[in-house]
């Protein structure tokens, strides 16, 4: 993975940054995305697709990455928004706040996906690039870790739901849970209507 991001580097970009997002699925809580620099031959070993470790895995590496990136930005954007202006909008978005929080300016960002954003910097985009690209695949931890302890301290509040142990998706206990109690204020009011119809049958 390392191998693929060094092949991006020459005179003009030296500072290359990773960007993914975690969240575009659940019915409530927010988009979180990660903005990860490195430097250029920097590794962790482990890093990888933040779908395909465990927790405890993405914690550890979430400390690593933290400890060893040159520069880290987060993006947050919240339930109301993500209604407002439709979840890829505000995955985008996400990103681009988690750009524009890194002190550094990079010469070029990779973007997880098919989707880009406008930024200063040239952007590339990267399908599956959370399993190609080291620096998206850190982000990719770094956001799925942020957003995994945002829900666990939303659970505390609403802990009917159990996002401490979905966070938030659409899992059959937690579809259960708003048809036993209703939605509360940080569930995404227009991905309910993905999963109900008028007589609440749960939809699998």
Not at 25 to 42: M, N, S
Request: aromatic share 8%; with cysteine.
């Amino acid at each position: 993975m390392k191998e693929f991001d060094i092949s991006f580097y020459n005179k003009e970009t030296k500072f290359i940054c990773g960007v993914d997002e975690a969240g575009r699925g659940p019915l409530a809580g927010p988009v979180v995305a990660a903005a990860v620099i490195f430097d250029k031959f920097t590794v962790i070993d482990g890093i990888n697709d933040s779908k395909k470790l465990n927790e405890n895995t993405r914690e550890e590496l979430f400390n690593l990455i933290i400890s060893n990136a040159k520069d880290l930005g987060i993006g947050i954007v919240d339930h109301t928004k993500i209604d407002e202006i439709n979840i890829l909008n505000a995955s985008l978005l996400a990103m681009k706040i988690a750009v524009e929080k890194l002190s550094i300016s990079p010469d070029l960002i990779l973007i997880d996906g098919n989707k880009s954003f406008a930024s200063n910097g040239n952007t590339k985009t990267i399908v599956k690039g959370d399993s190609k690209s080291f620096s998206i695949a850190a982000a990719s931890i770094i956001a799925k870790v942020t957003r995994d302890r945002i829900m666990k301290e939303n659970a505390k509040l609403y802990p009917v739901y159990s996002w401490h142990t979905n966070k938030g998706y659409p899992t059959k206990a937690h579809i259960q849970a708003i048809h036993d109690f209703g939605s509360c204020e940080l569930h995404r009011k227009t991905f309910l209507k993905r999963i109900v119809n008028q007589d609440f049958q749960l939809k699998f």
